[in-house]
């Protein structure tokens, strides 16, 4: 049972953090939301199917309020916040936060549902499967801890089997061309890839083996689980410095203490 309330409790503050850190970062950028930024409300309509429905006038004021807006920023903040902190509050504490920052989430989600690099939708995940978790059912607690696995070892999995299909990533060119963009690379990088192929097809290859046999994870022993998992904590903190995607190593962190626990 400490194992379990150890791996929980892991979980639970980091989703914490990852929420408090999203939390921030929307502050951060909160004039992009108003109405002359890239994610005003106005943008927004032009993707929503809603506007189409009886339901246009609700569905545009609840993703368009900047009210409202500044209200889930600041609610996604204390909530992760008090989630770093809720293992030593009273029983259930926990549980409700974590359905809490899922209704924020899932409302930002909505608020902005294009552009969105995924780390939201696993960050949902962790939150679903780590209030299952902590559940006294033990048949719920076992569906949390394998959903959570399942879908990390799914993520891993068709990521790495569609670069081995994609001509670009076996040949190397890829990795430095994500290394070359601005937004999403570091162009000193991508240009010593560029310039020595052979080390930019070896990483590149290193990834889609990783990603793809990150199934063998599910056999339980425990090198493996550990390799594997460590692997994959050292690939998002790369991504995070590479690739300024620090969101994944947040979103993606929790879910490995359920997934040790599930498999070991």
């Known amino acids: 049972m400490a194992t379990l309330e150890g791996a929980v409790t892991t979980s639970c503050m980091m989703v914490g953090f990852a929420g408090l850190l999203r939390g921030a970062e929307d502050w951060s950028i909160r004039g992009e939301y108003s109405e002359s930024g890239i994610m005003s409300g106005g943008i927004l309509a032009l993707q929503r199917p809603w506007r189409y429905t009886s339901a246009s006038r609700l569905g545009m004021w609840l993703t368009s309020s900047s009210r409202l807006l500044n209200l889930g920023i600041m609610g996604r903040i204390l ?14 504490f926990s549980s409700v936060l974590l359905l809490t920052n899922l209704v924020f989430t899932s409302f930002f989600l909505l608020r902005c549902g294009y552009g969105t690099d995924g780390a939201d939708q696993m960050l949902i995940i962790v939150c679903v499967s780590t209030f299952l978790a902590l559940s006294e059912n033990p048949l719920l607690r076992g569906a949390g801890l394998w959903f959570m696995t399942a879908q990390l070892v799914l993520s891993f999995v068709v990521a790495g089997v569609a670069k081995l299909c994609g001509d670009d990533w076996r040949s190397g060119r890829a990795l430095a061309g994500i290394m070359m963009t601005e937004r999403y690379g570091l ?25 793809s046999s990150f199934f ?19 690939f998002h903190v790369w991504v995070a410095f590479s690739m300024r995607l620090g969101n994944f190593l947040f979103a993606f962190a929790p879910a490995y203490p359920l997934v040790a626990l599930c498999l070991l």
């Open 79 to 92: 909530v992760g916040g008090a989630l770093i902190f809720s293992p030593w509050c009273f029983s259930g």
């Open 187 to 211: 162009p000193g990088l991508g240009r010593i890839f560029i310039q020595r192929p052979v080390i930019s097809r070896a990483l590149g290859w290193c990834v889609i083996a990783f990603e």
């Open 216 to 234: 063998l994870i599910l056999l339980g022993y425990r090198p493996v689980v550990y390799a594997y998992l460590g692997m994959g904590l050292m």
